[in-house]
């Protein structure tokens, strides 16, 4: 599977859109994007997954570029129960999924 | 659906002592998972099964490390014996296989300190 690269933290003010960005330049063209995130000590949650297509749902959105070498997850109004780990991962099924160090969100009022 | 079920949720055990863990996963879902997490080396995958085979168990760290699935409805993780650098949470997950990637459900975890 791919690697990912994405920043460590993050902070976001409250109300606010949160744009968190992963770059996958060795993504393959059978690969999904997913974005799983973990709230302090709770088991990852599935947020969203996606092709090459940009995908929205009742959580979050995300955008792919066209080349599929970097996507953005947005939540569209953060608020301070979103403040988590948010892993980026490539996987050709979802199942062996690699965690990275992911990115530390922190939504601040 | 009551989600993935796993217990204990909390071991303290001794060195030396045999830990086993229990996973229910969703009901209907073919793909069950056992991952590791500890500070210095974050989440990882140990072993996999699909319709209770297992797929790939690269990632169980040695032979004191087992896991099984008797049914579709129950997996365990052993450890025997343990050690105190096992001390970790291990999440069990599951999911239903299909078309246009899997979304893995991942239970509250088992926290396990061994002394």
């Known amino acids: 599977d791919a690697k990912t690269t994405q920043p460590p933290s993050m902070d976001c003010a409250e109300g606010r859109a949160a744009n968190l960005p992963c770059n996958h330049s060795t993504i393959s063209g059978n690969e999904y994007v997913y974005w799983y995130r973990q709230i302090h000590s709770q088991g990852p949650q599935y947020i969203i997954h996606?092709?090459?297509n940009n995908e929205t749902n009742e959580m979050a959105s995300l955008i792919i570029t066209e080349d599929r070498k970097s996507s953005t997850l947005i939540l569209p109004h953060a608020t301070l129960r979103d403040t988590a780990v948010y892993y980026c991962?490539?996987?050709?099924?979802?199942?062996?999924?690699?965690f990275g160090a992911g990115t530390i969100l922190r939504v601040k009022s | 659906d009551a989600g993935v079920i796993q217990s204990p949720r909390h071991e303290v055990t001794e060195m030396g002592q045999e830990v086993t863990l229990r996973c229910k996963p969703i009901s209907g879902h073919d793909y069950l998972f056992w991952y590791r997490q500890t500070m210095m080396r974050g989440l990882e995958l140990l072993i996999y099964f699909n319709n209770n085979v297992p797929i790939d168990d690269s990632g169980m760290p040695e032979d004191r490390f087992s896991a099984k699935m008797p049914n579709a409805s129950f997996s365990t993780l052993k450890i025997q014996p343990s050690e105190p650098r096992d001390s970790a949470v291990y999440f069990c997950?599951?999911?239903?296989?299909?078309?246009?990637?899997?979304?893995?459900?991942f239970g509250e975890g088992s926290w396990l300190t061994v002394v």
């Open positions: 996606g092709l090459k």
């Open positions: 991962i490539v996987s050709v099924y979802g199942n062996k999924l690699v």
């Open positions: 997950a599951s999911s239903l296989g299909r078309a246009g990637g899997n979304t893995i459900y």
